[in-house]
Every structure is written in C-alpha cells, then in structure tokens.
C-alpha cells in the first residue's frame, strides 16, 4: 500500500472524531471522540515509520530508521492513559456537582 | 488484489464504519461497544503492518481504558430516561458541516502532493517487534521513560485529589 | 509441504521470517471462530427455538418473587477511583515487558533504570494508600 491510503484513512478518522465532539453535548461520548482523533493520529505515525524504514532499507538492510515514529505511538498510548484518568476524574466530579454529564449544563460563565 | 489488500480495505471500512457508529449511536453504551470494535480493527491494521507491539499495547491499555469507560457510562448514566436533551439542532448541524468542510479541505490539500505514491512496508520489517523497540527505549529514550513514570505519580495525585470526595 | 496446521504455526525456516504479520493468521482464525460460533448459536436458537410470548412468559424472573423496582438503577460512584487506578497501574505493566525481553543485554543499567520508574509508582501507590483513596467504607 502507499502512504496516500493510510494519510486519508487517518484523515477520515480524525475528522469523524472531530464531528463527534462537536455534535454530541454527552462528556462521555465527547471522551470517545478525543480517543479516536488521537488514534488517527497514530496510524498515521506508524505508517510513515515504516515508509522511512522501506526507504532507508534499500541503502542498508540491517538500518533501524523510522523506529522513533512507533516508540512515539508508544508514548501517546501511554500518556493518553494518564489523560484518560484524569478527564473521567473531571466528569464524576461534574456529575457530583450537576448530576448529569451534559456539557450543556455547564454555562455558569456565560450569566 | 493481494490478500493484503483485501485486508486492508476491509479493516478501513471497519474502522471507519464503526467510529461513525460510535458518535452516532444514540445510546452512549452502543457508543462505547462500537469504540472497542474500532480499537480492535486499529489494532489489525497495527499488525498488517508488522508493528506488533504496538498491536498488543493498544488491545491491553485501551481494553483496560475503554473498560473503565464502560463501567462509567454503566455508573453514571440514568438508562431509564433519553439521554442529550436536544438543545439546538441547527449547532449540531453546524458541526457536521464543519467536520466535513476540514475532511474536504485536507483531501483536496493532499491529492495532488509528490510524497503520496511512497510505497509503505506492509506484514514484513523488524522495527516493530518488541526486542528492538526496547532496546531503543531503554537505550536512547531512556530519560522520557523516566519522565513518563513522574507524570503517572501526578495523574494519580490528580486523581485522588480530584476524585476524593470530603476532606 | 503445509506448515501451517490448523491453530498451529509450523517449522520455520530462518530467522528473518519468524516475525511477519503472517504468524497472527492462527490468531485470525481463532477469532473469526469464535465470532461465528456466538453467532450461529445466537441465530439457530432464534430460529429453532419456539416463540410463544405470553404475559407471564416475558416477566423478568426474580427467584419467584414479585418484580420490585427497576434493574436499571445508577450504580455507586464510588467504585469509581478503583477503576480509574486500576488504568495507571494496567499502564505500568506495559512498559514492563520490553525490559522483560531485554533484561540480559540491559544489565544492571536497565534494572537501575526500570527500579527508579517502579520507585516513583510506589511513592505513587503510597500516597494513594495514605490518602484512604481505596477505603469501600467512607
């Protein structure tokens, strides 16, 4: 496959999740939506690291290029779990002080 | 057609299909079944491109994620009422325009760029395995491990600050 | 000759293709197993099994008793920083299985390194200790 068919898949998956998050008023689903922008982001991540290694590899077939892309991958995984942690905290505290999870709700501000 | 690419468009149309159930379905748990599915064909295409660690990785921490996930929208959700009372539905209009104008204007950006016909190693290549990606992990990246582990110490003092309740 | 016999990956030849996307293939085959048994089991005995919707037939059964409330109650939310800890530490796990395959050639460098990072998650699971963050009673 060329690197075209992976940079519009993850086009279209980033912007699925971009109307997600701008149609549903859910925190939840809004959640859902942020998760699947974040793994358009690292398909895409993955497939030019091994579009580097494919071309570095002609040059010298034992090379390691394009290893970083896919340890950056693994770095994003494991942030967005710490990010995940922390935004479900902000929605249970949300639904402490508002009982729903609504988004809509939360216009103190703007009165 | 190879069988790779019969994979390949099959895993895209199932990822694709079901990240568009995931923000349509009405029902925020058919929202978070239909996301596990997308995880798991993001995964597939993971291992058609013989990033098999990253594979693994993304079914272990997102199943352990999405799980919890799924025991919030259990927990927090009153099942018995609609949910989303519908406020405006010309913004939500909006957005789905909004989205597909940035889906238009990316595609019609990209078409026509010289990079796009590079070809992209599929099922073979040893970067991805995971004697490799720890070496360089443990060798070169060692100091964002580290990092890493600092960050975790303060999500979980987040968390428990945040999520505490009293005191 | 087959070298691949069902769910079972056969000789291979040389190093360099032991790791291909194509060992997963038992794995495909397991999980497009297991997929359409759930679903013929599900289709046959819709389709076998006899239907007689009667009143008393699509009551919810509650060991006899008479149907009180609705099952559909919002759960505690206090259970809630256990599933959002168990996430942190299912994250730790993963950064445990490079150093696992690498131990020997990391040496003592490495054990330093992963003995510092497991240090910090310690202090961490300390603190969530002291703070009563896992206590079930209030």
């Known amino acids: 496959m060329t690197i075209n068919h992976y940079i519009f898949l993850s086009v279209a998956l980033f912007c699925i999740g971009i109307v997600g998050v701008l149609t549903r008023r859910n925190a939840i689903v809004i959640f859902m939506s942020v998760e699947l922008m974040l793994n358009a982001v690292n398909i895409l991540l993955v497939a030019f690291s091994k579009m580097h290694y494919l071309a570095a590899k002609i040059i010298n077939p034992a090379t390691q290029a394009g290893i970083e892309g896919q340890l950056f991958v693994f770095f994003i995984m494991v942030v967005a779990a710490a990010e995940v942690s922390v935004g479900l905290a902000i929605i249970v505290m949300m639904y402490r002080n508002i009982h729903s999870v609504d988004v809509n709700f939360l216009n103190r501000l703007k009165h | ?167 | ?138």
């Open chain 3, 1 to 138: 000759m087959i070298h691949y016999f069902i769910l079972q990956a056969g000789p291979v030849s040389s190093v360099s293709d032991t790791n291909n996307s194509f060992n997963y293939f038992p794995i495909a085959i397991q999980l497009i197993f297991a997929i359409a048994f759930v679903a013929i089991m599900m289709g046959v005995t819709h389709w076998l099994g006899p239907k007689r919707a009667t009143e008393e037939k699509l009551e919810n059964f509650e060991s006899g008793i008479e149907i009180r409330g609705n099952a559909r109650q919002p759960m505690a939310v206090k259970y809630f920083l256990v599933a959002i800890l168990f996430v942190l530490f299912d994250v730790e796990v993963i950064f445990f299985y490079p150093y696992a395959v690498n131990f020997r050639e990391l040496g003592w460098e490495g054990f330093m390194a992963v003995l510092m990072f497991v240090g910090f998650f310690l202090a961490g699971f300390y603190y969530i200790f002291k703070k009563g963050a896992l206590n079930w009673e209030d």
């Open chain 2, 1 to 167: 057609m190879g069988i790779t690419q019969i994979l390949f468009w099959f895993l895209t149309a199932l990822v694709l299909g079901s990240a568009l159930m995931v923000i349509f379905s009405k029902n925020p748990v058919h929202s978070v079944l239909w996301l596990i599915v997308t995880f798991f064909c993001i995964s597939g295409h993971y291992i058609l491109l013989n990033a098999q660690f990253l594979a693994i990785v993304n079914v272990i921490v997102y199943a352990g994620a999405i799980m919890v996930l799924f025991l919030f929208v259990v927990m927090l959700m009153n099942l018995n009422a609609e949910t989303e009372p519908q406020k405006n539905k010309w913004l939500k209009f909006a957005g789905a325009i909004a989205g597909s104008c940035l889906l238009l204007v990316l595609v019609a950006a990209l078409k026509d760029t010289d990079a796009m016909r590079q070809e992209v190693l599929m099922k073979t290549g040893d970067i991805g395995l995971i004697h490799n990606l720890g070496m360089v992990l443990f060798r070169d990246y060692l100091l964002p491990f580290e990092i890493s582990s600092v960050l975790f110490l303060s999500a979980m003092v987040g968390t428990v600050v945040i999520g505490k309740k009293g005191d």
